[in-house]
Nanobody, 124 residues
Framework: QVQLVESGGALVQTGGSLRLSCAAS????????MAWFRQAPGKEREFVAR????????YYLDSVKGRFTISRDNAKNTVYLQMNSLKPEDTAVYYC?????????????????WGQGTQVTVSS
């Protein structure tokens, strides 16, 4: 089992920045691929970014490329999502997810473990 705890969500103005953190415990963190998803009210959960176990491979939703950066610190069992130039359409609950597999995937059902989410609200 893996426990994931997100933090860092907040209310921020358009153009602002936030850094989300996700602390993992319970299984060898370095063996997991990690991802961030988000879910806005009335919408389906969508993939935002993914990072491989070695941090060598990263993937992003097109609309966040160049604004968001996913990273990980295996010594701290933590994955981050640096979000810059935030827009109102980025408003959502952001979830951290872990994948025991190594193949790139975007479907939420393909991930094995989930955190409880952290709210990000971007005001216009």
């Amino acid at each position: 089992q893996v426990q994931l705890v997100e933090s860092g969500g907040a209310l921020v103005q358009t153009g602002g920045s936030l850094r989300l953190s996700c602390a993992a415990s319970g299984r060898t963190f370095s063996a997991l691929a990690m991802a961030w998803f988000r879910q806005a009210p009335g919408k389906e959960r969508e993939f935002v970014a993914r990072i491989g176990w070695s941090a060598g491979n990263t993937y992003y939703l097109d609309s966040v490329k160049g604004r968001f950066t996913i990273s990980r610190d295996n010594a701290k069992n933590t994955v981050y999502l640096q979000m810059n130039s935030l827009k109102p359409e980025d408003t959502a609950v952001y979830y951290c997810a872990a994948d025991r597999g190594s193949v790139y995937k975007e479907r939420p059902g393909s991930y094995d473990y989930w955190g409880q989410g952290t709210q990000v609200t971007v005001s216009s």
